[in-house]
């Protein structure tokens, strides 16, 4: 159930994709989401489209494996989809039956939206899947480090991240164990309404709780006793570097970018 | 009738997917009554997957699991009785206790198997004298315990709910010598009283030969042997080729065999060891 999950999933690798800087992913895919979003007509979702492909084939990831970054969001999608073919209501009238008024451009803009939906997640879920949780939050600290004045800084929000993504498969394991112990216990789980099933709940999350406290308090020792304090003179072990890649990866955002823009101009007459 | 019987359990983990692992390879054992088992095995042998299908927390692949003749998959019920038949303490036990006293979380398992509340009562007290679970600990919280004491109160727990078969995963670890030795002496008391099955999972091979009747060497997701501590020590040679320990002293005597010195292949305590030395003197050997 909790092993379904496939946010944060990170597929190693070491294709041209995955040797890239985090940083560059990181603005790369935003700049990306914003531009899907910037697409106003089939022409130029097609270009977007066609460039997410290349870079999933560049990326080496398996399809399957990309494409069941979009199972969860299924509901979402056909949600979307239904709401838009039913209340969108320019272009060609297909049918009128009663309440129900479908037009060719409730149909367009229902599959315009399933597109954008299902590039932003692909998109999204390259990132996490060529980037390893460690080098993601590195690359936002970087990224944000020009607001280092802030209270608390930059740094400290990354270490959180970083420790909060690092204990959650530690979490699940401990949630199992405890769950399982408590079984042996007699406890049932698994029948009962919603109340009954709440309070069966307590035997696994009170230990689990009690865990988690004992585990914060022994990772801050153990790195107090390694010398950890906050960012202050901190070096680092791996120097991000820009390399060649970033710059192709860049100027092939750039392309597409500008390819958008000029599919808009020409074809602003289509959906 | 083996009060514990598996026929030719299969179990895989992840099945279908790219990361499939047979940790149990069709495993058949039969475990009489009365016993007291050992199972030893080095990490990822299948221990633990294995003990887990003895009450049912994990469905088999394949092959069934029989407590008391009874396949406990056969049914919901059936399947809830092996949970009370089976009791199965974990490692690290004291990280399951949650209630506010430790009289309540003792109280949990018999009180899972809706017992009346007289009943529930005696059979706390009755765990808890057993494990040496003072009265004044019981109005305590648990958390308020030492790790020791935590570990008695945890066992106390199972116990509670007087299982016909109890099995203990790793009840030493983490424990000084002393806390050690109350634990094995408690298991083994629990067993020549209430004349049940017990089944303890251990890495120390002490303690292995200080209170086992028989011995179950798990290797690679298969039973490598299930026999009595005398004979699974003369197989020492092949325990320790697969990297399982064997106590000191049965090392020392291999080596002293090794040297050519007549002397036996199942010595596994020091008392033992006395006994041989003694007899080789008195045959005039030169030790």
């Known amino acids: ?138 690359g936002i600290e970087r990224l944000f480090s020009p607001l280092k004045f802030m209270r608390g800084g930059v740094h400290t929000l990354a270490m959180m991240m970083t420790i909060a993504l690092r204990f959650i498969p ?39 709780f009690i865990t988690s406290f004992r585990r914060a308090y022994e990772l801050a020792f153990a790195m107090e006793c390694r010398c950890y304090h906050g960012a202050e003179g901190r070096t680092r072990m791996k120097i991000m570097k820009y390399s060649k890649l970033d710059a192709f990866g860049f100027l092939f955002i750039l392309f597409a970018t500008g390819g958008v823009i000029a599919l808009n101009m020409f074809f602003r007459h289509v959906v | 009738m083996s009060i514990l019987k598996t026929d030719n359990l299969t179990y895989k983990y992840s099945v279908g997917t790219p990361f499939e692992v047979t940790a149990l390879d069709s495993v058949s054992l039969e475990v009489e009554k009365g016993e007291l088992v050992a199972v030893i095995g080095h990490t990822g042998s299948g221990k633990s997957t294995l003990i887990q299908h003895f009450n049912g927390l994990l469905k088999p692949t394949e092959g069934s699991v029989l407590v008391d003749g009874q396949d406990i998959w056969e049914s919901k019920k059936t399947l809830r009785e092996a949970r009370f038949k089976v009791g199965l303490c974990f490692q690290y036990p004291e990280y399951q206790l949650f209630e506010e006293t430790v009289f309540a979380d003792i109280a949990f398992g018999p009180k899972n198997m809706k017992l009346p509340e007289e009943e529930i009562k005696e059979r706390v007290l009755r765990a808890a004298e057993f494990t040496g679970v003072t009265k004044e600990m019981l109005e305590k919280s648990p958390f308020d315990l030492s790790g020791g004491e935590k570990r008695r109160v945890a066992i106390a727990g199972v116990m509670a709910m007087e299982p016909e078969i109890l099995i203990l995963d790793e009840p030493t670890s983490g424990l000084d010598p002393k806390g050690r030795d109350t634990i094995l002496r408690l298991i083994r008391d629990y067993r020549d009283n209430t004349g049940s099955t017990v089944m303890i999972v251990s890495h120390s091979m002490e303690d292995v030969a200080k209170i086992a009747t028989k011995v179950l060497v798990m290797n690679r997701a298969t039973v490598m042997s299930y026999d009595t501590v005398p004979e699974t020590y003369r197989h020492a040679e092949e325990l320790l080729s697969v990297g399982l320990d064997v106590p000191q002293i049965t090392k020392i005597f291999m080596e002293l065999k090794r040297r050519g010195l007549p002397v036996r292949d199942d010595v596994y305590t020091v008392e033992q060891a006395v006994v041989e030395i003694d007899r080789l003197r008195k045959e005039g050997v030169r030790v």
């Open chain 1, 170 to 208: 530690t979490l699940i394991d401990e949630f199992e164990k405890i769950t399982n112990a408590q079984k042996a216990r007699g406890a049932d789980l698994e029948t009962g309404n919603l109340v009954e099933r709440a309070k069966a709940l307590i035997p696994v999350l009170v230990p689990l």
């Open chain 1, 1 to 138: 159930m909790i092993k379904d999950i496939t946010i944060g999933q990170y597929f190693p690798g070491n294709s041209v994709i995955h040797r890239m800087d985090p940083r560059m992913k990181l603005v790369l895919t935003i700049v990306y989401i914003v531009i899907i979003f910037l697409c106003k007509n089939f022409w130029a979702l097609g270009l977007m489209l066609l460039s997410l492909v290349v870079m999933c084939a560049l990326s080496g990831v398996p399809a399957k494996v990309i494409l069941k970054s979009i199972k969860p969001i299924a509901i979402i999608i056909t949600f979307t989809a239904i709401l838009n073919i039913f209340y969108v209501r320019t272009g060609e009238p297909l049918l009128d039956w009663h309440f129900i008024h479908i037009t060719t451009g409730g149909v367009f803009t229902a599959v315009f939206m399933i597109i954008r939906i299902c590039a932003l997640v692909v998109a999204s879920s390259l990132l996490t899947y060529t980037t390893s949780p460690t080098q993601i939050t590195d």
